[in-house]
């Protein structure tokens, strides 16, 4: 059974710092790529990181490049996405999901889906 469950949400201030959590199970992690998703209330979701199979290679959406660090540990079948320089517009609810092998930011190509954890940035 295929499993994403992600961790490591919660309320921090402007320009502060969290580190999500992906613990994947059922599947071989390295096998396929994995994506870092929001939704914030309101909005549509939206990729925010991907993160493909193999070679690890990543892409960001603009909106978080050179603050986000999406990243993992085959070791530990878990995928992270390290967040730096947090902004009131990066609240949301976080969902990592499970691709095939290449890097994607299309919603539709995901097939499994985390329950989220929510992210709030606030003074």
């Known amino acids: 059974q295929v499993l994403l469950v992600e961790s490591g949400g919660g309320l921090v201030q402007p320009e502060g710092s969290l580190r999500l959590s992906c613990l994947a199970s059922?599947?071989?992690?390295?096998?396929?790529?994995i994506g870092w998703f929001r939704q914030a209330p309101g909005k549509e979701r939206e990729a925010v990181a991907c993160?493909?199979?193999?070679?690890?290679?990543?892409d960001y959406t603009v909106s978080v490049k050179g603050r986000f660090t999406i990243s993992k540990d085959n070791a530990v079948n878990t995928v992270y996405l390290q967040m730096n320089s947090l902004k009131f517009e990066d609240t949301a609810v976080y969902y990592c999901?499970?691709?095939?092998?290449?890097?994607?930011?299309?919603?539709?190509?995901?097939?499994?889906w985390g329950q989220g954890t929510q992210v709030t940035v606030s003074s």
């Open positions: 999901a499970r691709t095939w092998g290449r890097c994607s930011f299309y919603a539709r190509e995901y097939y499994y």
């Open positions: 993160i493909s199979s193999g070679n690890g290679s990543t």
């Open positions: 059922g599947f071989t992690l390295d096998d396929y790529g």
